[in-house]
């Protein structure tokens, strides 16, 4: 299940791409960026209450909380760098160059959270950053 969700993502998130490339034309990215979330807002709360999780607010624990909050600064970040990034360039190299991000979470995996390090995740991570480099180069 967690593939078809994955996959699900990816193919919403080369959407977002293109649907925020041909959006943000004559819009600034900021005020693109603040749009987006709103929108992204009111469809998680949508479906906070439309699974009836609401009520698991009182069971957050403050670690969590913390890690929830930092999480959704580094988000903010991201977009905001994301959408002025495709403002200023084409979607075909700034995409990419966004997707380096698989490569920084993989280290990030290994160092922070002591997930396993595999010759095919090196691999992956060496093949992902060298595709990087050819499509925008």
Known sequence: MWFWLALGSAIFAALTSIL??????DVGSNLATAIRTMVVV??????????HQQSGLKQISTKSWVFLILSGLATGASWLCYYRALQLGDASKV????KLSVVITLVLAFTLLREQFTVKSLIGCLLIGAGTLLMVL
């Open 95 to 98: 995409v990419p160059v966004d």
């Open 20 to 25: 925020a490339k041909i959006g943000i034309k």
């Open 42 to 51: 009111v469809m998680a709360w949508g479906m906070v209450f439309l699974t």
